[in-house]
C-alpha cells in the first residue's frame, strides 16, 4: 500500500467524501409519504380547527335564513282532436314532439304555449292581487286576509310599480317544466310558507285554465261569427240555384226530348247539389261552433294537485355544513403544506425566501402609506 493511502482518501490534509452512483452531490433527497403525511398532523391545530370553524359559522348563518317551502303540481293540456296528420306523418311528429318542435296542430295548444302563460305578465298579476292567508303575521287560522303582493312585502313607489317588482319577484319563485315526450307541465312554487306555496301553485293553475277557457270561447265565438256569414251566404246562393231550376221546369216541360234541354238540366241540378252540400256543411259546423262558444269545461287535467310541503326546501343546512367541512378541510391542508414549505425556506436562507419577504414587505408599506386610519409610531 502507498504512502497517504488509506481507508479514506486524504488530499492535503482534508478528506474527500465519496457520493454513491446515480446521485449527484446537488440533488435533493426524495421525500417520503411518511413525511407528507407527518405535515398536517404537526399543523393538526389549523387542519381540524379551520374545518370545523367554518362549518360552524355555515350552520349559524343557515339558522338565521328563513326557511322556504316547495309546493309541486303538474298537469297536461287538452289535445286538439280536430287537426289530424296523417299516419304516414305519425312516426315524424312523434320524433319532432321528443326534440320540442311543434308539427302540425295549433302552436297554442302545445305544452310550452302553457308554460309560458304561467310566466304571462297578465297572469302573475292577477296572482298577486289575489287575497290569500297571510300566515306569517295573522295566523294559520285566518283566511283571505292579505293579497300576495303585500304578503312579499313589495312595495315601489306607485302601484304600477309595486306590481313591476312583484311580477319580477313571482318569477323567480316559480319554476315551470315541460316533458317533451309526455306533455306533462310540471309547476313548482316557493314560498315562505307551505300553505302559501300550495295556494299560489293552485290558483295559477286556476287562472290558467279559465285563460285558456276564455280564449277558447273567444276563438269559437269569432269563428261562429264568420261561419254565420258563410251560412247566410251559402243559403241565399242555394235559393237562387233552386229558383233557376224552377224556372227551368216552368219553361221546358218537355226538357227531356231535347238534348241540350238535358244537358242545361243537369247543369242547373249539380249547381243545386253542390250549394246543398255547402249548406249543410256550414250549418253543422255553425252548430258547433255555437256549443264551442258556451262551453266552459276544462282545458287542462291535474294529474298531481298542489299540496302543503311538510319539508322545507331550502336552505339545505347539512348540505352546506358538509359542504364548508369539505372546503374548510382543503384550505386547512393548502395551508398546513404552504406553511411547512415556507417554514423550509425560511431555514435554509433560500434565495426565494428572501424576495418573497422583500416583496411581502413593500406590499406592507404602500398599504400603511394607502391606509388613512393608520397609527403613528412613536418616535
Known amino acids: 500500500m ?3 493511502y488509506g481507508p479514506e482518501p486524504i488530499f492535503r490534509g482534508r478528506a474527500v467524501t465519496t457520493e454513491p452512483l446515480g446521485r449527484a452531490s446537488g440533488d435533493e433527497p426524495e421525500t417520503s409519504l411518511i413525511e407528507i403525511a407527518s405535515v398536517p398532523i404537526r399543523r393538526w391545530r389549523v387542519v381540524v380547527g379551520l374545518p370545523l370553524a367554518a362549518a360552524l359559522m355555515v350552520g349559524t348563518a343557515s339558522l338565521a335564513v328563513p326557511p322556504s317551502f316547495t309546493a309541486n303540481t303538474s298537469f297536461v ?4 282532436t280536430q287537426a289530424r296528420l296523417p299516419s304516414s306523418l305519425g312516426g315524424l311528429a312523434g320524433l319532432a314532439g321528443q326534440l320540442g318542435v311543434s308539427f302540425g296542430g295549433e302552436p297554442t295548444q302545445s305544452p310550452r304555449f302553457y308554460g309560458e302563460v ?3 305578465r297578465e297572469l302573475l298579476e292577477r296572482v298577486l292581487l289575489t287575497r290569500y ?6 295566523g294559520a287560522g285566518s283566511a283571505d286576509s292579505a293579497t300576495l303582493l303585500r304578503i312579499l312585502r313589495v312595495r315601489g313607489r306607485d302601484r304600477a310599480d309595486s306590481l313591476e317588482r312583484g311580477v319580477k319577484r313571482l318569477v323567480k319563485l316559480i319554476s315551470v317544466r315541460v316533458d317533451n315526450q309526455t306533455n306533462i307541465v310540471r309547476l313548482s312554487v316557493e314560498a315562505r310558507h307551505p300553505d302559501l306555496a300550495a295556494a299560489v301553485a293552485g290558483r295559477i293553475v286556476e287562472y290558467l285554465n279559465e285563460f285558456n277557457a276564455k280564449k277558447r270561447q273567444s276563438q269559437a265565438r269569432e269563428r261562429r261569427k264568420f261561419i254565420e256569414l258563410r251560412l247566410t251566404d251559402a243559403e241565399q246562393q242555394l235559393h237562387d240555384a233552386e229558383d233557376q231550376l224552377k224556372v227551368f221546369y216552368q219553361r221546358n216541360r218537355s226538357w227531356q226530348q231535347a238534348p241540350e234541354l238535358v244537358f242545361e238540366e243537369g247543369r242547373l241540378r249539380r249547381r ?3 250549394r246543398q252540400e255547402v249548406s249543410l256543411t256550414l250549418r253543422r ?3 258547433t261552433a255555437r256549443i264551442e262558444e258556451v262551453n266552459d269545461t276544462p282545458v287542462i287535467t291535474v294529474i298531481d294537485p298542489p299540496v302543503p310541503p311538510r319539508e322545507r326546501s331550502s336552505p339545505k343546512r347539512l348540505l352546506l355544513v358538509v359542504m364548508a367541512l369539505f372546503l374548510g378541510g382543503v384550505i386547512g391542508l393548502v395551508w ?5 414549505h415556507l417554514e423550509q425556506m425560511r431555514r435554509g436562507n433560500d434565495s426565494e425566501y428572501q424576495e418573497l419577504r422583500r416583496v411581502a414587505g413593500a406590499m406592507r408599506e404602500d398599504w400603511a402609506r394607502l391606509w388613512p ?3 403613528r409610531r412613536n418616535r
Open 2 to 4: 502507498l504512502k497517504g
Open 77 to 80: 293540456p287538452e289535445a286538439n
Open 118 to 120: 304561467v310566466r304571462s
Open 133 to 138: 292567508s297571510d300566515v306569517g303575521t295573522t
Open 272 to 274: 243545386v247539389d253542390i
Open 285 to 287: 259546423e255553425y252548430e
Open 336 to 340: 398546513a403544506f404552504g406553511a411547512q
Open 373 to 375: 386610519f393608520r397609527t
